[in-house]
């Protein structure tokens, strides 16, 4: 059974070249297209805050999982996710990259602790089936089965 547990809101006026507000006021940020695709310097776009948003989610799932194992994560493990706008035909998309360094796990250990997050992180949820995400540990890419890539958390 569905349970909500938070609900965000936020909104936007002009598009990439206006502003973006969330109701609590904690953001407020002036936003425009990529610096290189012409856009200001001292502004984000909506790739930069998925991306952070994206992170420190994955992050918060990793965290999950060390926790249902017993362990700990180092203060120093990263996340880094790299996401890219792309026009086909007509249409844009998005795809992302998350690069993990979890610094005192051995890779077979990081692997499965990635996989395992990605299963239950909500953005890997929400993207699942309609975005291309590459897994990386330490840079390294990850096979992703087409399992791990189906379905919903708790799957």
């Not at 547990?5 to 070249?17: E, H, Q, V």
């Not at 796990?105 to 909500?122: G, L």
Request: contains cysteine; charged residues 25%; hydrophobic residues 35%.
């Amino acid at each position: 059974m569905k349970k909500n547990l938070y609900t965000a809101d936020a909104s936007a006026i002009g598009g990439r070249s206006g502003r973006v507000r969330s109701a609590t006021g904690t953001i407020d940020m002036e936003m425009s297209v990529p610096e290189g695709l012409g856009g200001k310097k001292s502004a984000t776009n909506p790739e930069e805050l998925f991306a952070a948003g994206y992170a420190s989610c994955f992050q918060q799932a990793l965290l999950v999982v060390a926790q249902k194992a017993g362990d700990t994560l180092d203060k120093e493990s990263t996340v880094q996710c790299s996401v890219t706008l792309f026009q086909e035909g007509e249409a844009y998309g998005l795809s992302a990259v998350l690069d993990v360094d979890l610094k005192k796990f051995d890779e077979t250990k990081t692997v499965e602790m990635v996989r395992q997050a990605h299963k239950i992180c909500p953005y890997s949820v929400g993207t699942r089936g309609n975005m291309e995400v590459e897994l990386r540990v330490m840079g390294k890419a990850i096979p992703v089965q087409a399992e791990e890539n189906a379905g919903v958390a708790g799957e």
